[in-house]
């Protein structure tokens, strides 16, 4: 008898555990969910209705808010700075994080150990204790407000984790394959472009979308190194949305949904990527 009760108060234990656990994921989801519906339906408004009642339903669409959105903000303007910008900068942190990452992963030579200690140095680097030297150093090497200036700091303070997960991840090939691809006659640097490039696209994957969120998303450089309005990203450019129309909520929201528009596209387009990528390198490691 006693031991049947101790069963049915183990399991119910069990049951309630697993209860609670799943009501607080749930409110957590809800909570993460939620302002991003608010948003939406909220930009479909009108100031009048979102000054009655901010969580209420719209009554009547309004997709008139993101056509004067786009007019006040010059979105079209800015999403081609921020293509144009986080593209690049992609490009470049994919390319510089594969060759320094198969350099470290295969070669040895001396300071290698603290060339990898700068780069796990640079993780731990606030950006925001940067920004005034980087703001003088452009202004006065005149870097500051052209196309490609926002490049150089994201090329530069994005690299640390691309080349750890790069050098991670090639460490685990085996170095057979390109031993035998080097006596059939191929080159350091062709087993590189041939034969490791292709095996490590997960992860190279993973890294550009990863990278593309953080230089999309990218605003306090872009704040500081932009003053030509001609130059701002759409982050920067929707703070000055803020500033100047704060009184029209839903054509800020508006705003806001088509800012998030790019990102949200291609999280969705290339999320089993990122988790293939994060998965194969968490297998390999």
């Given at each position: 008898m006693n031991e049947t009760m101790e069963r049915n108060y183990a399991k119910y234990s069990r049951g309630l555990k697993k209860a609670l656990l799943n009501t607080a994921m749930m409110l957590f989801t809800f909570s993460c969910i939620f302002p991003l519906v608010w948003i939406g339906y909220s930009s479909l408004k009108t100031q009048p209705e979102f000054s009655n009642s901010i969580l209420k339903l719209p009554e009547k669409l309004q997709f008139g808010n993101y056509v004067e959105a786009i007019k006040l903000t010059n979105m079209l303007q800015l999403s081609w700075n921020s293509a144009r910008v986080?593209?690049?900068?992609?490009?470049?942190?994919?390319?510089?994080?594969?060759v320094t990452g198969y350099m470290v992963a295969r070669l040895q030579f001396k300071g290698k150990k603290l060339m990898v200690f700068y780069y796990l140095f640079g993780?731990?680097?606030?950006?925001?204790?940067?920004?005034?030297p980087v703001y003088l150093l452009?202004?006065?090497?005149?870097?500051?407000?052209?196309?490609?200036?926002?490049?150089?700091?994201?090329?530069?303070?994005?690299?640390?984790?691309?080349?750890?997960l790069v050098t991670s991840y090639i460490v685990a090939i085996p170095k057979e394959i390109e031993e035998a691809a080097a006596i059939d006659g191929l080159?350091?640097?062709?087993?590189?472009?041939?034969?490791?490039?292709?095996?490590?696209?997960?992860?190279?994957t993973t890294v550009a979308i990863l990278q593309f969120f953080a230089c999309w998303n990218e605003f306090s450089f872009a704040l500081v190194l932009l003053k030509d309005e001609a130059m701002r990203t759409v982050p920067l450019g929707m703070s000055f949305f803020k500033s100047q129309h704060s009184t029209n909520y839903p054509q800020l929201m508006a705003g806001m949904v088509l800012s998030m528009l790019p990102v949200t596209v291609i999280y969705f387009a290339f999320s089993s990527r990122i988790i293939a990528g994060?998965?194969?390198g968490a297998v390999k490691g």
């Open positions: 986080t593209l690049l900068s992609v490009i470049l942190i994919v390319l510089i994080a594969f993780m731990l680097v606030p950006i925001h204790a940067l920004l005034v452009f202004k006065q090497s005149g870097l500051a407000d052209q196309w490609f200036t926002l490049i150089i700091p994201y090329v530069a303070f994005n690299l640390s984790l691309p080349i750890l080159s350091f640097s062709g087993a590189m472009w041939k034969i490791i490039l292709p095996m490590a696209v997960p992860v190279l994060v998965m194969a």
